[in-house]
Structure formats: C-alpha cells, structure tokens
C-alpha cells in the first residue's frame, strides 16, 4: 500500500478563490502539531515564475515562513517550464520529504499538475521536439492564439475538446503533440504508487463570485499594477506568462485601453469564467472528498479525513 521512495500525499484542489492555500497552511500546522509534520507543494502553473506575486496569489513570504512550501519560483517569465519539467521537480521535493517522514500537501487549481503527480500521468512517454516547439511559440507571438487553435481543432479534436482552448501554454503543448503523434490517446496513468487522499473545496457559485470580485479588487489595491510594470520593463509581455488573468487587464490600464475599473471588473469576469471550467475539470476526477468552503474553511473535517487516511497508510 505505500512505498518508501514516496511520502503521504494529500491533495488539496478546487476552483480559484475557494480557500485551497489558507487550508493547506492551516491544515499543514494542525498535522505537524498531531505529530506528522507537512509541507505544500504548489501545484499552480503561474506561481512557477518569479516576480508574478500579487497576480498568481502566491503564498506570502510570512505564509511560508509558517510552512515550507516547494514548487515556487521555480524560473524567470521568459524561461521555457514544462509539466514534464514541473513532474521532474516535484520528484525530487517527494523523495526528499520521504526520506524525512513529511507528509506532502499538493494544493493548488491546475488541475494537470495535480493529475500529473496525483494519478501518475506518463508525461515523459509525450513527444516533444525543440525546433516544432519553437515553431509554434513564434506563431502564437505573431498572430495570437486563435489560429493555433484552429490548427489543434484540426489535428487533434478529441484532444482539443478536452483542453482550456484559452490558455497558450496548454495550446502550444498540446499542438506540439498532435503535430508529431495526431490524436492518438494520453499515456495511462502510472498511478502515484501509495494511497492518496484527495480534499476538494467547493463554494456556492454566488458566494464565490462575490470572493473573487474581492480579491480582483484585494490585488489591485496590493500593487498589482506596478508588479506588472516592472515585469513589461524586464521581459517581452507577449510572452506566454503574461496571459494570465490579472497581468492582461493590469497591461490594458496602464496602456489605457481600459480604465480602472474596467481592468479590475474585467479580471473577475475571467476569472468566474476560468472557475467554471475549473469546476468542469474536478468534476472529472474520481475519489474526491468534497468539502464545502461556503461560510468558511472546513478544517476541522479535513482534519479529521486526513488523520483517518494518516492512520491507514
């Protein structure tokens, strides 16, 4: 039932906005003090690059001083970071937390990093070829996303219906795949290789926009405006990573192609979209223990879901 390359996974998924990084924290510090020390893997792909703060929700330099997280500032905006590239680190932070007992949380909403570790998914068994990678990527800087789309949608339509068409780094990868293998199938899942507890976090869809209007406002208010300054003075912000919600409507204030409140009304309407497909996307996996987050953090029962799964590994 387990294995002693691998530590105790807990996976702590959901839609943006439901709480999965303030019940991690708390839910890290209620195990170690029951004797079964934690630490957090992030398991959000925007949170991989240095400098994009305020527009992922990274973890706090205080968040993390209360609970070693891993899976954070991994490279610069302008650096190629595949989820082969993601499994390959996350490999080393698991054998690592094994060899000192820890128990490994993987909270976070993207939800093919929780599946790539979580389930075990051969993303080392994909084709990948530097020269059609590179081919893509200056398509998508050239004329944008629709034609890359179009371009899957003809090679690849069982893949494409299945993938967030609006997210460029999945776009690119996927067409990479199709163009050297088609529509052939995804490798079978390997499986992680110990039991695993997955927690989801769900939050009543008029609740939960209302959060996420908050937080649009919470991380203007916190300087997201002149994060992305200084990010557009570094690098090329047609760059893939600055697709993410946030950064473009923050980009769009200070060109004035929007005024404030636009920007920021725009962000959380993006954001009640991309929670939707989140949504979708959860609903698919199997073996999750749903928590209601609604009129706050479920801890106590996560708690005590996770003590139970601690005591049968």
């Known amino acids: 039932m387990s294995s002693p390359a691998l530590p105790p ?23 170690a003090a029951g004797g079964h020390p934690a630490e ?24 993390q001083a209360r609970i070693r997280h891993h899976g954070l500032d991994l490279v610069e905006p302008d650096q190629p970071f595949s989820v082969s590239d993601y499994a390959a680190y996350v490999a080393t932070a698991l054998a690592d937390m094994a060899e000192r007992n820890v128990v490994a949380i993987l909270a976070g909403g993207t939800g093919f990093y929780l599946r790539t570790i979580a389930r075990g998914l051969a993303v080392d068994d994909l084709p990948w070829d530097p020269a059609v990678r ?18 899957l949608q003809s090679l690849a339509p069982t893949r494409a219906a299945q993938l967030d068409l609006r997210n460029p780094r999945r776009v690119v990868r996927a067409l990479e795949i199709a163009r050297l293998r088609g529509d052939a199938p995804l490798p079978e899942p390997r499986g992680y290789g110990r039991d695993v507890l997955w927690l989801g976090l769900s939050v009543d869809p008029p609740a939960l926009r209302e959060r996420i209007r908050r937080r649009a406002h919470a991380q203007f208010d916190a300087g997201l405006v002149d994060e992305t300054r200084a990010l557009v003075e570094r690098f ?50 199997p073996g999750i223990r749903w928590l209601d987050a609604t009129d706050g953090l479920p801890l106590t029962e996560a708690i005590a879901v996770s003590a139970s799964y601690l005591a049968g590994e």
């Open 9 to 31: 996974l807990i996976v702590v998924a959901g839609a943006t906005a439901t709480g999965k990084t303030a019940l991690s924290l708390e839910l890290a510090e209620a195990l």
């Open 40 to 63: 957090i893997i992030s398991a959000d792909s925007r949170q991989v690059y240095r400098g994009m703060d305020i527009g992922t929700a990274k973890v706090t330099p205080q968040e």
């Open 134 to 151: 590179a081919d893509i990527e200056s398509r998508l800087v050239a004329g944008g996303l629709p034609p890359l789309v179009s371009e």
């Open 236 to 285: 090329d912000p047609a760059l893939p990573s600055f697709s993410g919600i946030g950064y473009a409507e923050a980009r769009a204030f200070i060109d004035r192609r929007m005024t404030l409140d636009e920007a920021i009304a725009t962000d959380a309407h993006r954001n009640v979209a991309f929670a939707r497909r989140q949504a979708t996307w959860f609903r698919s996996e």
